[in-house]
């Protein structure tokens, strides 16, 4: 794995959650990820009948999952396929008091459904964020060179 790679993952880990929707309807809407570097891919819990699971209903589908730090230190449009699993294994892995708020019967709840998003792209912006982001601006502030805010790096999986 490249220090680019890394540097993805250990930031994504990080982040609670983004916008997530398919290229077909590019509706987005707001959800959690679990992050799985060994695979290469997103984890989300959700429910029957939300839009993601009727568009994924007949086979995967080329989907888009938006996020940002909220520390500024990592933004991405990472690229992929998204498809129903049922995987009780990964169920069991990512599971918490999160998901069980959704969902009255637990991991039992009939309404659950698992989505696994495989990584395809990703195009990412890595920052110093907060205190190394304002002391950039002022030394380009004071010498006029350019600030050194990060790196913007493209990955394929």
Do not use: C
Not at 48 to 67: F, R
Request: net charge negative.
């Amino acid at each position: 794995m490249s220090d680019e790679e890394q540097t993805f993952w250990k930031r994504l880990q990080d982040i609670n959650a983004g916008m997530l929707g398919t290229h077909e309807r590019m509706k987005l809407v707001p959800m959690s990820h679990y992050a799985d570097p060994d695979e290469k891919a997103l984890w989300f819990i959700t429910a029957e009948g939300t839009d993601l699971v009727e568009e994924v209903k007949g086979g995967a589908k080329p989907a888009i999952h938006v996020v940002g730090d909220a520390a500024g230190k990592l933004w991405a449009r990472i690229e992929g396929r998204l498809e129903l699993s049922d995987d009780p294994a990964k169920l069991e892995e990512i599971w918490n008091s999160v998901a069980s708020a959704w969902f009255e019967e637990g991991k039992r709840d009939p309404d659950l459904r698992l989505l696994r998003f495989g990584l395809s792209e990703a195009e990412i912006w890595s920052t110093t964020g907060g205190i190394g982001f304002l002391y950039q601006i002022a030394k380009a502030n004071l010498t006029g060179d350019k600030p050194d805010i990060g790196d913007h790096f493209q990955l394929r999986f």
